[in-house]
Nanobody, 120 residues
Framework: QVQLQESGPGLVKPSQTLSLTCTVSGGSITTNYYVWNWIRQPPGKDLEWMGG???????YYGPSLKSRTSISRDTSKNQFTLQLTSVTPEDTAVYYC????????????RGQGTQVTVSS
């Protein structure tokens, strides 16, 4: 069974960079044809797909956050990471990592989520 676990700081100051890591167990992030995604849910709002990194290393980004988002991976650690620059309080959300079979398909495994608050 594939498991995903998010980790990172729970509090980030405005204008700083939010960095989260997703550690995957029970499956390799290089296995065809999976995509490893970052999604978030601000309070009172719907889930928002931020972007993902495919088994090949190709990255994809959602249009609204593309200019501030970077996703990378460390295959030796079976981890992938999210960086969101210039955060504001509007970036406060529960952040999830999740797996999908190709881009845009349903998630079959998702982490439990981690709360990130942007506040001074």
């Amino acid at each position: 069974q594939v498991q995903l676990q998010e980790s990172g700081p729970g509090l980030v100051k405005p204008s700083q960079t939010l960095s989260l890591t997703c550690t995957v167990s029970g499956g390799s992030i290089t296995t065809n044809y999976y995509v490893w995604n970052w999604i978030r849910q601000p309070p009172g709002k719907d889930l928002e797909w931020m972007g993902g990194i495919a088994y090949s290393g190709t990255t994809y980004y959602g249009p609204s956050l593309k200019s501030r988002t970077s996703i990378s991976r460390d295959t030796s650690k079976n981890q992938f990471t999210l960086q969101l620059t210039s955060v504001t309080p509007e970036d406060t959300a529960v952040y999830y990592c999740a797996r999908s079979y190709t881009i845009g398909t349903q998630y079959d495994y998702r982490g439990q989520g981690t709360q990130v608050t942007v506040s001074s």
